[in-house]
């Protein structure tokens, strides 16, 4: 699972409603892979304004990934940074472990780099 479908995800148990609880999910006891990508600028910069930066930085501090703290005021036209950018988002699969929320602490596992969005029924 990448970063960048981190980035995307929020924790959809019933009555956990709290935004700065919800989200974002917190990786506990992960297993980190590198996997090379092609990059692809274009993709890139038209998922910027998609991206939650701060989220992402809180994400990355977590998992000891280098990230720049903001971002750049152009980030469009930054080489150093959409290359930074794409190794952390794209490149950087989580493989396994689980995803936890800090409001209702529901688990959400990771398993072969697929993260389990089901419920239970009494969550849905
Ligand atoms: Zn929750």
């Avoid at 019933?14 to 919800?22: G, L």
């Avoid at 929320?101 to 029924?121: F, P, R």
Wanted: aromatic share 6%; proline share 6%; with cysteine.
């Amino acid at each position: 699972m990448r970063l960048l479908t981190h980035n995307m995800l929020k924790c959809h148990v019933k009555n956990c409603t709290d935004p700065d609880k919800q989200y974002p999910l917190r990786f506990k006891d992960v297993q980190i892979e590198q996997i090379e990508y092609e990059p692809n600028e274009e993709f890139l910069v038209r998922m910027l304004p998609r991206i939650d930066w701060s989220a992402l930085v809180k994400t990355a501090k977590d998992l000891n990934i280098g990230i720049p703290g903001s971002m750049p005021e152009d980030p469009a036209s930054d080489q150093d940074f959409l290359q930074k950018l794409h190794t952390i988002i794209m490149e950087t699969h989580i493989t396994e472990g689980s995803m936890v929320c800090d409001g209702c602490s529901h688990e959400y596992k990771i398993t072969k780099g697929i993260a389990n969005m089901l419920l239970a029924e009494h969550e849905i």
